[in-house]
T-cell receptor, first 114, second 114 residues
């Protein structure tokens, strides 16, 4: 069975500082990885996805993530955050044994301070 | 944004009453999902549908039932609501069968059971 761990429940950071949100997964087969963002009182929006190919994936709003198979990680990064990036971020994994099923991590609340 | 409408957006009800949440899509996507979101747990799959009248259980299906009589509508029913079912409920859709297909989410229904 697949599982996802987001190691930090909250990450406070000052505006214009870099940020990394950590995600580790476990799966016995090849995986597909996703990062979603949730702004207050809204649904989840897809930030980026890793399906295959290059391990560095670029997404919307200046975010990127790197797939590291040996460390079973898919950390999300942004070199300079804005106040508007304040939101909750979810890492999710799917694999061919799971069909269309996504398993989500518990979420990381990014709090950008002025 | 994907054409997904959840109704109602907010509901307060009493323990023991039946509750039905509706998800309506205009994308003609084959797959539809119901999740619940609780602090620290991310999103957990309740039930999903892979076509009209084709549904299956997810991770936390106890106490919930679903129906899909039309491609565009997926209903979630709590036959006899309990306080443990107080949560935010999200509907999602995806187009194809592969596990590499991203899901698109509605804006959620906040359900409080007193």
């Amino acid at each position: 069975a697949q599982s996802v761990t987001q190691l930090d429940s909250q990450v406070p950071v000052f505006e214009e500082a870099p940020v990394e949100l950590r995600c580790n997964y476990s799966s016995s087969v090849s995986v597909y990885l996703f990062w979603y963002v949730q702004y207050p009182n809204q649904g989840l929006q897809l930030l980026l996805k890793y399906l295959s190919g290059s391990t560095l994936v670029k997404g919307i709003n200046g975010f990127e993530a790197e797939f590291n198979k040996s460390q079973t990680s898919f950390h999300l990064r942004k070199p300079s955050v804005h106040i508007s990036d304040t939101a909750e971020y979810f890492c999710a994994v799917s694999d061919n044994n799971a069909g269309n099923m996504l398993t989500f991590g518990g979420g990381t609340r990014l709090m950008v301070k002025p | 944004d994907a054409g997904i409408t959840q109704s109602p957006r907010h509901k307060v009800t009493e323990t023991g009453t039946p509750v039905t949440l509706r998800c309506h899509q205009t994308e003609n996507h084959r797959y539809m999902y119901w999740y619940r979101q609780d602090p620290g747990h991310g999103l957990r799959l309740i039930h999903y549908s892979y076509g009209v009248k084709d549904t299956d259980k997810g991770e936390v299906s106890d106490g919930y039932s679903v129906s899909r009589s039309k491609t565009e509508d997926f209903l979630l029913t709590l036959e006899s609501a309990t306080s443990s079912q107080t949560s935010v409920y999200f509907c999602a859709i995806s187009e194809a069968t592969g596990s590499n297909q991203p899901q698109h989410f509605g804006d959620g229904t906040r359900l409080s059971i007193l």
